[in-house]
């Protein structure tokens, strides 16, 4: 399955969506509020948050990524931990729910970075990459944006944990953007 992934800005907003088609698949919202955590929206209508590490006041310039072993935990919308994001190198994660994770690699062969997906025994689920190609738009706050990502989901794992680990690359660590 493939999915095509937008940036939208707006006023005091960021986001980054994944449509198959014309179908909502995920969506990370970033509010300029200090304090506010990072929305992630999931195309059955589950939500998540997420504390960003870093601050709203701190320069992207001076963010230092984590240590290896750094965990986040994702949130539902009862505020309960429901998965939890795990740094385990400066190129390598792995996200986990109850009961199934998946690992993320960086993968630096190419112009841009890429992420490649894998379960825990490396059997390949998805990449997300940058999009060159960028004929597709969509409309969002009533202005239209180009594709900016491509995400190649080769296998279906559970949709909270294919949310949560298509959300890595947009939460505000800079050694896992996509770019």
């Avoid at 200090?34 to 998540?48: C, H, K, M």
């Avoid at 390949?124 to 940058?130: L, Q, S, W």
């Amino acid at each position: 399955m493939t999915l095509n992934g937008y940036y939208f800005t707006a006023t005091g907003i960021t986001e980054y969506a994944f449509f198959h088609g014309d179908r909502s698949i995920l969506r990370v919202v970033h509010d300029s509020l200090p304090d506010v955590p990072v929305r992630i929206y999931a195309a059955s209508g589950a939500e998540f948050a997420f504390n960003a590490p870093y601050s709203w006041e701190e320069s992207p310039m001076g963010r230092k990524m984590p240590a290896p072993g750094a965990s986040y935990p994702f949130l539902g919308q009862d505020g309960s931990e429901v998965g939890w994001l795990y740094l385990l190198g400066a190129d390598h994660f792995a996200v986990a729910i109850p009961g199934a994770a998946l690992g993320g690699r960086i993968i630096h062969e190419r112009l841009h970075r890429s992420i490649y997906y894998t379960t825990l025994d490396d059997e390949p689920i998805a990449r997300v990459e940058y999009g060159l190609e960028r004929i597709l738009t969509r409309e969002q706050f009533g202005e239209w944006f180009p594709r900016r990502y491509v995400a190649e989901v080769a296998k279906q794992p559970e949709e909270a944990l294919l949310t949560l680990a298509l959300s890595v690359p947009f939460l505000g660590f800079d050694a896992l953007e996509v770019r």
